[in-house]
């Protein structure tokens, strides 16, 4: 037995909040590093909790390929994975470092928030599904 979409949706909602935690630490813990660029994770793509056979319409992110004329113009090759650099930064400190604290914590708060909402959620769906199955009381 599969696992009911909307268990799946908050699961990988879960994940990537998890994993923008990290990169958001990482960036704080890199606020005084000389070049250091902000990073921020991708939100999950909505495709993955479609079905892949063809059956169904799917949606698809756009793949993009980095080109000498890119390059020759400055642009740099994508990260690995979701994270990419984060284009909405406030300041660039005279090092190059682009990281401000207070962006910072305020996206933690928003993870914090958006963790907890999820967390509810599928706490929530759990219980109706006891109560589906007859376990709930």
């Known amino acids: 037995m599969s696992t009911p979409s909307l268990l799946a949706g908050i699961g990988l909602s879960m994940k990537n909040l998890s994993e923008r935690?990290?990169?958001?630490?990482?960036?704080?813990a890199n606020s005084d590093t000389p070049g250091f660029?902000?990073?921020e994770v991708n939100a999950p793509s909505f495709s993955d909790l479609l079905p892949q056979d063809g059956s169904k319409p799917s949606v698809a992110r756009p793949r993009i390929?980095?080109?000498?004329?890119?390059s020759a113009l400055?642009?740099?090759?994508?990260?690995?994975g979701n994270i990419v650099l984060d284009s909405a930064t406030s300041e660039t400190k005279p090092d190059g470092n682009n990281v401000a604290i207070?962006?910072?914590l305020l996206k933690m708060g928003q993870i914090q928030a958006d963790f907890a909402t999820m967390t509810s959620l599928y706490r929530k769906q759990?219980?109706?599904l006891k109560s589906a199955i007859g376990r709930g009381q």
């Not at 935690?21 to 960036?27: L, S």
């Open 21 to 28: 935690q990290r990169v958001i630490a990482q960036n704080i």
């Open 65 to 70: 390929s980095l080109t000498s004329g890119m």
């Open 37 to 39: 660029k902000a990073r």
């Open 102 to 104: 207070e962006d910072q």
């Open 126 to 128: 759990i219980g109706l």
């Open 74 to 80: 400055g642009a740099r090759q994508p990260m690995a």
